[in-house]
């Protein structure tokens, strides 16, 4: 079974750092890799798609990476913000409808 | 209604309990799913409905059992459930392309919490 890592597990930062979220995933046979936010007690929003011919999105101060040969994907907030604070989740997809969850990265930005 | 909807949104329920969660989206996607999230756990795949037609089932267990009955609602019927199922249960959609190419993304709702006495 797909095994999807995210580290840090929890981060604190203070607002206005610029920081990175990794995810790193077992199967090389990747179809796309998402990251999502999650609210405490909310569904999932998406925040970036990467298709497996792709290297890179951006929206706004968010891009994400892939590298397939290495099986890891960053996720980069610039000039983070509190309303930032939530759990980031990076989901691997191997072409079956299965998405494969990393446990995620809590993130609290501080004032 | 935008996006994808789901009711309850909390739901206390005993083991001999039979309740229903509903989702509906309201983004013309042909695909619906259900998640569970555990504490401490990954996100967790139960059921698959594309074009109606259920496409996965995840070893979930019998008390489990999903419906789809038209491209915009999915219910997932609940029989003596254990306390460990208590969890959230989340409802996604998404777009299929053409050859079952999952080129979209999902779509989630908001969840419902579950807790099982």
């Known amino acids: 079974k797909q095994e999807v890592t995210q580290i840090p597990a929890a981060l604190s930062v203070p607002e206005g750092e610029n920081l990175v979220l990794n995810c790193s995933f077992t199967?090389?046979?990747?179809?796309?890799l998402q990251w999502f936010r999650q609210d405490p007690g909310k569904g999932l929003t998406s925040l970036l798609l990467?298709?497996?011919?792709?290297r890179e999105q951006t929206s706004g101060r968010l891009n994400a990476s892939l590298d397939k040969s290495s099986g890891r994907s960053t996720l980069y907030i610039a000039a983070s913000q509190p309303g930032d604070s939530a759990t980031y989740l990076c989901?691997?997809?191997?072409?079956?409808?299965?998405?494969?969850f990393g446990k995620g990265t809590s993130l609290l930005v501080t004032p | 209604e935008t996006g994808v909807t789901q009711t309850p949104r909390h739901l206390v329920m005993g083991m001999t309990n039979k309740k229903s969660l509903k989702c509906e989206q309201h983004?013309?996607?042909?695909?619906m799913y259900w998640y569970k999230q555990s504490a401490k756990k990954p996100l967790e795949l139960m059921f698959v409905?594309?074009?109606?037609?259920?496409?996965e089932n995840n070893s979930v267990p019998s008390r489990f059992s999903p419906e789809c009955p038209n491209s915009s609602h999915l219910f997932l019927h609940l029989h003596t459930l254990q306390p460990e199922d208590s969890a959230l249960y989340l409802c996604?959609?998404?777009?299929?392309?053409?050859?079952?190419?999952?080129?979209?993304?999902?779509?989630f709702g908001p969840g419902t919490r579950l807790t099982v006495l």
């Open positions: 996604a959609s998404s777009q299929d392309g053409a050859g079952g190419q999952k080129t979209d993304t999902q779509y």
């Open positions: 989901a691997h997809s191997n072409s079956g409808y299965a998405l494969n």
């Open positions: 990467i298709q497996s011919s792709q």
């Open positions: 409905y594309s074009l109606e037609e259920r496409v």
């Open positions: 983004l013309g996607h042909n695909a």
């Open positions: 199967d090389s046979a990747i179809y796309n």
